[in-house]
């Protein structure tokens, strides 16, 4: 039990890394006249900015769960 939960935490944190990468990646491509003019692109970008730090949030969440299930299953 204790290998599975190490091993859904470490899976868990990679798609942290990943979604934050995604998300970096969303906002660098977010030029600032996208922004001035407020063009379909710059809507896209930001959906995609705040749909992978959402995702983020959700894999950190679940991460914490985790760790709290671990920590009571040895407890």
Do not use: C, H, P, W
Not at 18 to 44: M, P, Y
Not at 46 to 69: E, G, H, P, S, T
Request: without cysteine; charged residues 15%.
């Amino acid at each position: 039990m204790n290998t599975f939960l190490v091993i859904v935490i470490v899976l868990l944190a990679v798609m942290v890394v990943v979604s934050l990468v995604r998300g970096i990646i969303a906002f660098l491509q977010t030029t600032k006249i996208d922004l001035e003019q407020g063009g379909a692109n710059s809507q896209e970008l930001m959906a995609r900015q705040n749909k992978a730090m959402f995702d983020r949030i959700k894999y950190q969440a679940l991460a914490i769960v985790v760790v709290a299930v671990l920590l009571a299953v040895n407890s």
